[in-house]
């Protein structure tokens, strides 16, 4: 059975466990250890079953409990080799060396963890509950971090590097990733393909290129970004600078962006579109939702799509296959 559970989706943290076959992916680790497993629970999904982490981009809520969550579970993180570098920088950016000789030492590092492994502790959950802000500092990220990883913050049991546009196999599941654009190093959205099914994740990007649109032809389930309404954007309380950020073609889809997409570009095939990164400062789930439905329900061949959203605080119910 494929199984697709978005955890969590908003500026305050985004995670997505993907199952297929005998493999578990979480895609971003935006919440605290402690709140993801909740939420993991909370569907019926066990923590420990987890096989790696995939990672879309470094902002924070995407990031925020990634390596207390690895470090815990004792899995592989995936990045691009441009996130990777930004989420070290983020974490450390003081550490006075260059990228190559702070990657070096990571690997001297993990090869004495191993070799000391019958000495090794159990790592511990952070102790916050609830989700990890977006606007975390590294002074606020640093709390996240267990003592005996406090020196090096940026410490994961296994990091492996894959470049945008390359199949990539994580046990029983395809990944196939692609450039977004979005104010980040490197960021990518994926198409996660298992027994059949294809499901892709399409968020924090200012707009849908024609590479992204190749993407997302012929997928079973469709997680887009509608993060906006144009209007509460304009008039609401982000700073000038903030909201130009968020209306840029680097910034985030608003739903009049996400419903033209659905209108003109969509191929209808998805059993499943849900909308996702919605703003609870510049959007209402119902806007969202009617701009979506409208767009839908224009082309006849669409009424049989399910259409969902995906909420910040709690998690949606699995979609299986």
């Known amino acids: 059975m494929v199984r697709f559970t978005v955890l969590a989706s908003g500026s305050k943290g985004n995670c997505t466990v993907i199952s297929g076959g005998n493999t578990r992916i979480l895609v971003d680790a935006g919440l605290s250890c402690r709140e993801l497993f909740r939420r993991m629970r ?16 470094e902002h ?12 815990k579970l004792g899995i592989p993180v995936y990045f691009t080799e441009g996130t990777h570098r930004a989420w070290v920088r983020w974490l450390s950016p003081r550490k006075q060396m260059t990228y190559t000789q702070w990657l070096e030492q990571c690997r001297k590092q993990a090869a004495a963890r191993m070799a000391e492994a019958d000495a090794a502790t159990v790592e511990e959950c952070d102790p916050e509950d609830g989700e990890a802000s977006a606007e975390l500092t590294t002074a606020e990220t640093a709390e996240l971090v267990p003592a005996k990883a406090a020196k090096d913050p940026t410490s994961l049991p296994s990091v492996q590097f894959f470049q945008a546009g390359k199949p990539l196999q994580i046990g029983d599941i395809l990944v196939s990733s692609f450039t977004i654009p979005h104010d980040a190093a490197d960021p990518v959205g994926f198409v ?14 200012g707009y849908i290129p024609p590479n992204v649109k190749a993407q997302l032809k012929g997928v ?4 887009l970004e509608s993060n906006h309404d144009l209007e509460m954007l304009r008039d609401g309380p982000y700073p000038w600078s903030v909201k130009q ?5 680097v910034g985030h889809l608003s739903n009049e962006a996400a419903s033209t997409y659905l209108e003109t570009e969509y191929d209808g095939q998805a ?7 919605l703003s609870e400062s510049n959007n209402l789930p119902e806007l969202a939702r009617i701009a979506a439905e409208r767009a839908l329900l224009g082309r006849a061949s669409l009424l049989c799509n399910h259409l969902l959203l995906a909420e910040q605080h709690e998690p949606m119910t699995t979609i299986c296959f």
Not at 220 to 223: K, M, R, T
Not at 245 to 249: A, D, G, I
């Open 42 to 57: 909370l569907v019926n999904e066990d923590p420990a079953t987890l096989d790696a982490i995939i990672i879309t981009h």
């Open 60 to 71: 924070s809520d995407h990031v925020a409990g990634l390596a207390v969550t690895a470090r």
């Open 192 to 205: 996660f393909q298992a027994e059949g099914v294809r499901m892709a994740v399409a968020t924090d990007l």
């Open 220 to 223: 079973d389930l469709l997680l």
């Open 245 to 249: 950020r968020v209306l840029s073609r």
């Open 271 to 277: 059993a499943y579109v849900i909308l996702g990164h």
